[in-house]
């Protein structure tokens, strides 16, 4: 079990006064403190925040010429060529990006890559079979602000070129000194620009687009009619590409979630109902680990046809069978991932790099649209820096997909061996790259001799809310927190810790018994169920190694033993069969000492 950094946070605040004032609990006003919402003005928008609370899109730097060019480009009937990409974001910020266009008098095709065959973003054979079509005007969505040669190819043909991104600017460093690079686009939209005026720079690309229609719209003096459905797709996209939950993202979410519940669109309420999903029920968690992940998969497997097919059905039977294909597209891209997994810890496992910082594991004949997953798990599991290796189609080049921890950003690390890459991109907790094989080791060497992460660095860091008994939980409690969401990166969902619980009784559940059910007790005698979703099998080796196979087998039998244990936990109420009831959901365990 790799070890962790338990810590309580201690930020103060008058939350008596929050708590009248807003007519919150004082956990509640707390929690939010501890998100670093502080000012009145942020609490404001924290609790109540709307779209008036937005940003002006102008402000982003060459939003108004983009505009502008799309203006003269639906007043000309020119085709406007869309290059999206293979996730969640670049579907539906492509998908946005057309049916403004075409709601707005224009035309518009989305024009995408193939993940296996030519990677991430726009490339000469979208440019040329985009001007073979007709298209007068490039439009990127989600990508572009590092295509220079596919942009550069653009231009000779002749074409407008607009580039709308929210990725990291590209740069080179001499001297300490960075000198970004742009493409040579009309305009380029992405907040991330050194000399944007955006406050907010933190939006996914359909946030982007989003902003970018809303501006067009007011120029072209024309009321939004599909706003409640432009704001269910950016709603998906901020939570599926795991951008945080804070400031303009949670408004966006917040207001798309409100509109996914009572959704009238076709293709989104298909795939709720093949993944048995009310709409009503549909919350954050529900994009992230189970929508987002069906329409992620079309992309990986395959290529998002399935994907925009489903999403613009206008009958619900052909809706359902794409549903389907989605659905099972995602249980095989769950199968591959759980295949590579094992792969990459076996060979993490007996590898002499083991002890370095930065993991670079290559999987041979791994499918390179899970190498993210992949890696995102190993970070888990390992919490270092990963990037998975794959096969590229080109003989002798490899691709790789990356994730980072907290303490450690990626990006501005591969960076520096840029010389090394034919392709490169991405952010400080995620990139991509592809390269030769034969530097594989370089890259290696080089990144760990440049690492400055210390021991504790590779620790992670649980920072929990407050020390809560269980006694405290109620359902009025758990509603209060409900105000707090949606939940996910930057707002995470409320933690709390919990010393000497005794378990009364212990079993694992579940089709795959992957779930630990227990009966604990607190030390004030209130008794509950608790749930943890973990890796069971690293749990019960803790139980065995702390406590010892008899106290084990005894909770297993529900039988008096000595095992007793410390928890993060955030609580909720269980419905079956009619009933409600309290419980709560292990996060993080550890021992604690009977002395």
């Known amino acids: 079990m790799k070890k962790e950094r338990w810590r309580l946070y201690a930020k103060k605040a008058d939350f008596a006064a929050i708590s009248k004032e807003y007519g919150i609990n004082q ?226 979410v917040r207001k798309g979630l409100s509109y996914l519940n009572h959704t009238n669109h076709i293709g989104l309420r298909a795939l709720m109902e093949v993944c048995g999903i009310a709409p009503e029920q549909v919350r954050a968690y529900h994009i992230g680990f189970i929508l987002g992940p069906c329409f992620n998969a079309a992309g990986r497997l395959d290529t998002i046809v399935h994907a925009l097919a489903l999403l613009e059905s206008k009958e619900y039977d052909q809706a359902l069978a794409l549903a389907g294909e989605l659905w099972a597209m995602n249980e095989e891209r769950k199968e591959l991932t759980r295949v590579g997994t094992e792969r990459a810890v076996d060979l993490i496992e007996h590898a002499t790099w083991k002890d370095e910082h930065v993991y670079l594991v290559y999987i041979k004949d791994c499918h390179e649209s899970v190498a993210g997953i992949i890696a995102g798990r190993l970070r888990e599991r390992y919490y270092r820096p990963v990037l998975v290796f794959t096969d590229a189609s080109e003989e002798g080049q490899i691709k790789a997909s990356g994730r980072s921890i907290d303490d450690y950003d990626m990006f501005t690390e591969l960076s520096a061996f840029r010389n090394l890459f034919l392709r490169f991109g991405g952010h400080k907790m995620a990139a991509g790259l592809t390269m030769e094989k034969k530097n594989l080791e370089i890259l290696r060497d080089g990144l760990n001799a440049r690492c400055t992460l210390t021991q504790t ?69 209130i008794i509950m169920d608790a749930l943890y979703f973990g890796d069971t099998d690293v749990f019960f080796d803790f139980l065995e190694e702390e406590y010892g196979r008899d106290n084990v087998a005894a909770a297993l039998r529900g039988m008096r033993n000595t095992i007793d244990i410390g928890v993060t936990y955030y609580p909720q109420i269980n419905e079956f069969q009619g009933k409600r009831s309290l419980q709560i959901v292990i996060q993080n365990y550890c021992r604690v000492s009977l002395n």
């Open 27 to 252: 956990v509640t006003a707390r929690i939010m403190r501890n998100r670093g919402v502080e000012t009145k003005e942020e609490i404001e928008s924290y609790l109540k925040g709307d779209l008036d609370y937005l940003s002006d899109p102008a402000l982003m730097k060459d939003a108004d010429k983009a505009a502008s060019l799309l203006e003269a480009a639906i007043a000309n009937n020119e085709l406007i060529a869309i290059s999206s990409d293979f996730d969640n974001d670049g579907i539906f910020s492509g998908l946005l990006l057309k049916e403004a266009i075409i709601e707005l008098g224009g035309r518009a095709a989305i024009f995408t890559p193939n993940r296996v065959m030519e990677g991430y973003g726009v490339n000469s054979r979208i440019v040329e079979e985009a001007n073979a079509n007709g298209a007068s005007v490039l439009l990127t969505c989600d990508n572009g602000i590092a295509a220079f040669e596919a942009i550069d190819e653009a231009k000779k043909l002749g074409m407008t070129v607009i580039v709308t991104d929210h990725h990291e600017v590209p740069f080179e460093e001499h001297d300490g000194k960075k000198t970004y690079l742009l493409p040579k686009a009309d305009a380029i939209v992405d907040p991330k620009q050194e000399d944007c005026a955006y406050p907010f720079k933190s939006l996914c690309g359909t946030g982007v687009a989003y902003q970018l229609m809303t501006l067009l719209f007011r120029r072209m003096k024309r009321t939004m009619s599909r706003q409640e459905i432009f704001l269910q797709y950016t709603a998906i996209a901020t939570v599926a590409d795991v951008m945080e939950l804070v400031g303009e993202n949670r408004i966006l």
């Open 457 to 525: 660095q590779l620790m992670p860091l649980v920072m929990i809310d407050a020390a809560m008994p269980l006694g405290y939980i109620s359902e009025e409690v758990i509603a209060d927190l409900e105000k707090l969401e949606p939940f996910g990166r930057a707002n995470e969902k409320p933690l709390f810790a919990q010393q000497h619980l005794s378990v009364l009784r212990l079993s694992r559940i579940g089709k795959n018994r992957n779930v630990v059910k227990m009966s604990v007790m607190g030390p004030e005698g």
